[in-house]
């Protein structure tokens, strides 16, 4: 009997060491980056300017993904590369291959589909090839991470408020300051808003982009995951709208 509770007990502790895991990547090419970018879309602002989205595109998600990108390597900032030609360029200062169309299943291609936007140049291929296949992605585990960070944030509180308030006006120092409220931040430029003129000239969000570590990002959207980001891209004024569907 007594062994038998000692079993018990060693496996009960060895459960107890095993943490569920969150959302990782393991480059395995070009693992001197300093950070994450995950860039997340607020769908209707997204698809209301510009060129806009295709008519195809779903009307369920407000929070949408657009991309996982890895900041410039030190390999290419050795060679001073400016930053701005990795933000243009990618993967291509790195290789020069042909462009590949990511092979992913059918569960997966169906959530893309509803979250990432329907675009007139498909941006799955595109995020594929200039964001993740030169670090050594496959495309299964790198969009399969994306999209469950972005579930995380679509359920979060931030997430929660921002669905709220979809349709208003909404301060820039509000948002900001309800999530570092929600998630503990302290962290400078953890997260950087995008806005732009929709076709009737209001300014609306398109888009959030968090600045992660890459070894963290199992605790998105915690204030443990931030990095600071060392380039100022926020462009958001103090009021702007959040558009519905």
């Known amino acids: 009997m007594l062994r038998y509770v000692f079993g018990v007990l060693i496996l009960l502790a060895g459960c107890a060491t095993q943490a569920p895991q969150g959302p990782a990547l393991h480059p395995t090419a070009h693992a001197d980056f300093h950070h994450d970018t995950l860039a997340l879309t607020w769908q209707p602002g997204f698809c209301a300017v510009g060129s806009g989205c295709l008519p195809d595109q779903p009307r369920i998600p407000l929070i949408g993904l657009h991309g996982l990108w890895a900041s410039e390597p030190g390999t290419l900032e050795a060679r001073n590369i400016p930053v701005q030609a990795w933000w243009r360029d990618g993967c291509s ?49 790198f969009f399969a991470t994306a999209a469950a960070l972005r579930l995380k944030f679509a359920q979060s509180a931030i997430g929660a408020w921002l669905s709220a308030r979809a349709g208003t006006m909404v301060s820039h120092a509000a948002m900001l300051s309800f999530f570092d409220q929600a998630t503990g931040n302290v962290t400078p430029r953890a997260l950087q808003l995008q806005c732009s003129r929709d076709h009737q000239g209001h300014v609306v969000l398109t888009q959030m982009w968090f600045t992660l570590r890459p070894d963290r990002l199992d605790v998105f959207p915690k204030a443990a995951a931030y990095i600071a980001s060392p380039e100022p891209q926020d462009n958001c004024p103090a009021q702007f709208l959040l558009r519905r569907w």
């Open 93 to 141: 200062l790195l290789e020069q291959e042909q462009d590949v169309t990511p092979i992913l299943d059918a569960p997966l291609q169906n959530q893309l589909a509803t979250i990432v936007p329907h675009t007139t140049h498909p941006l799955v291929p595109h995020e594929f090839n200039k964001h993740a296949r030169c670090f050594g992605y496959q495309p299964g585990p």
